[in-house]
T-cell receptor, first 111, second 115 residues
């Protein structure tokens, strides 16, 4: 069954820590995205990619790097985590009709 | 910029009662954005509930309906009779037709259906 799988589901780190969030999709979609969601805000786009090796900047990219290693795998990197990056992170892929398919989310706490 | 405003939750409704979750949008650079409702059930990712790309048209799914009203820039979500299984968070969103994945989301509305 086609799906978007995120790992880990929960992560706790300290300020200044190094965190990598992983996302794998089996939808055979070219487009993948990383969003964050905070209370009182809608999902906000961090980075996205059109395919392996491609990276595009989203609306809230500061403090984040991303890498798309294959069509299936998209990683979000926080190299110096800060408390302001405490959030719920969603990965998604999209089809040509602009329908997004989301993972279940990763809840990150930066202490 | 583009933005979406929706009913602030949580919204609590008794089973079999009707529901409306308001959504209004501002699309300063898009004449006719695509409009979406996504739903997130507990422990799951968001999934598409319905989508409308043409002003004046209505979308429907699982008993939910929403009409794209360009005059009032609204896309309210309605259901005549909710069920406990409808308890979830509902997100309104807009996008340019050509901007794959570049959706602007509302803050989400948590719906609690009381049996």
């Amino acid at each position: 069954e086609a799906a978007v799988t995120q790992s880990p589901r929960n992560k706790v780190t300290v300020t200044g820590g190094n965190v990598t969030l992983s996302c794998r999709q089996t939808n055979s979609h070219n487009y993948m995205y990383w969003y964050r969601q905070d209370t009182g805000h809608g999902l906000r786009l961090i980075h996205y990619s059109y395919g392996a090796g491609n990276l595009q900047i989203g609306d809230v990219p500061d403090g984040y790097k991303a890498t798309r290693t294959t069509q299936e795998d998209f990683f979000l990197l926080l190299e110096l985590a800060s408390p302001s990056q405490t959030s719920l992170y969603f990965c998604a892929s999209s089809d040509a009709q602009n329908t997004l398919y989301f993972g279940a989310g990763t809840r990150l706490s930066v202490l | 910029g583009d933005s979406v405003t929706q009913t602030e939750g949580p919204v609590t409704v008794s089973e079999s009662e009707s529901l409306i979750i308001n959504c209004t949008y501002s699309a300063t650079s898009i004449a006719y954005p695509n409009l979406f409702w996504y739903v997130r059930y507990p422990g799951e990712g968001l999934q598409l509930l319905l989508k409308v790309i043409t002003a004046g048209q209505k979308g429907s799914s699982r008993g939910f309906e929403a009409t794209y009203n360009k005059e009032t820039t609204s896309f309210h979500l309605q259901k005549a009779s909710v069920q406990e299984s409808d308890s979830a968070v509902y997100y309104c969103a807009l996008a340019r037709g050509s901007a794959l994945g570049r959706l602007h989301f509302g803050a989400g509305t948590q719906l609690i259906v009381i049996p």
